[in-house]
């Protein structure tokens, strides 16, 4: 068609009948007007197919509760020495019931766990706990079922033999009930007051590990960022720290067992440390045998789902990240990854950066980000959507921390409401922090199904078969 006259700015051509007309930039104002991908046309990216980037994070496609414990019990040993009998293996199967009231896996928080546990000998009673209630409910079955017969007697020879028998379970009971109390005693280590049970200390955690710090002694330090006002422990998340960076490089030696009396029994051999798990003349290695580093990889196990999601955004031409988040470096989560059987490819910030013709490059990428970032995961992708954002692209972040997410839904910055955030449903959190960031927050959930709708497929049926 007819040129059309500017003004000022000379002459542009008239683009056809129901293109949308693009108004002229004033040159002095070009600068502000150029889009985000600015080495990318208009034109090219029409027929670019949408590509979602999944920022994960490592809680929700990992489950590190066993490698908690670990970490924790060994932080814990070094923080408060001869406070913590007893071996890692211990701990872990009652450490697993409190990990809802746990924010972050990497937190000093799973330390002073383990010396609460410790204190208050928690694994044991617990334990001793479900034992009696497996008993009780085992009792009361077959209380039911004698009832039964006896009411189906038709005999005065069997219902005393039934008489008989039930007077006899009652003389059991009232033995094992004398028992149950000498050894609820004995558990209580002759302390007059009652100590605290499982569920008070997952209700009352965030209380609790305050005064428990000061009770032990521990000076506290408040810190105010992204996360608020926090007080902790001073030096023991450094201490967590150290010892998972020492678990990941191979060099962690096992720390001994030193809150009980040594005897002639023991062995003066030192731990076995390096890349030797393995004792010769034996066929399965022995708990003693196995490295601490092989230790600490076998302690993570992935989230159900999660090794099909990564499949399925690869064949779609989508990307994964995975944010380490705090204490987690992008090498650790690299290398529990690949030791899970989940391919990574490498990131680097320099590589990465958008540029024309290449926006196939990340098509079908998992990718490790770490603690380089910040320790806020919400501030982390808005960084990388800042620096490598493509138009063609939508950024998604599914987190496991409750308290992340609802940061990030009050924050009201423009960075952080340009990605959708998501709690993934599958990691433990308590039912009241559910309920107060979902109403209070606007924190939104998203199970198996929904993850893998977020990048518009369907959920395998195996994955939904074993998650229903």
Known sequence: GAPCAAPSRGTVAVPPRGARCLRPTAPGHARHATPRASSVEVADTVALRRQHVVCIAFDALVNATDEMALVGFEAARRFWPGKIPGDAEDYADVFAMLAPCLDESSSFEAALMVRVMAEENLAARTRFRLELRARKQARLRMEREENAKLERATTAKQRER???????????????????????????????????????????????????????????????????????PAGLQATVDDVREAFAAGTMRLSADDARCPTDEDDDDDDVSGDEYFSEGKDEPSREAVCPKRRWLDSHTLHHGARAFI??????????????????????C????????????????????????????????????????????????????????????????????????????????????????????????LHADKVRAELRDGVKFVDQHGLFELVGADAPPSVMDAAG
Not at 216 to 222: C, I, M
Not at 314 to 329: D, I, K, N, Q
Request: proline share 3%.
């Open 162 to 232: 039934l008489e008989a028998l039930a007077a006899e379970r009652a003389e059991a009971l009232a033995r094992r009930r004398k028992e149950y109390a000498e050894e609820t005693e004995r558990l209580r280590a002759g302390r007059r007051t009652r100590p605290l049970n499982l569920r008070e200390i997952v209700a009352g955690w965030d209380e609790i590990k305050l005064h428990a710090s000061m009770k032990f002694g521990v000076e506290l330090e408040t810190n105010v960022g992204w996360e608020g006002r926090t007080v902790a």
């Open 311 to 332: 499949e399925t955004c690869r064949a779609r031409g989508h990307e994964v990240v995975v944010l380490g988040g705090p204490g987690r470096s992008a090498e650790q």
């Open 334 to 429: 690299a290398e529990v990854l690949a030791h899970l059987g989940v391919r990574v490819d490498a990131f680097s910030s320099r590589d990465d950066s958008p540029t024309r013709g290449g926006e196939d490059k990340n098509r079908g990428t998992c990718r490790v980000v770490g603690a380089e970032y910040g320790s806020s995961r919400g501030l982390a992708v808005a960084a990388m959507m800042h620096a490598h954002e493509q138009p063609w692209q939508r950024w998604h972040l599914v987190d496991a921390s409750l308290a992340e997410l609802s940061r990030v839904a009050s924050s009201g910055l423009e960075e952080t409401s340009a990605f959708t955030s998501q709690f993934a449903a599958w990691t433990p959190a």
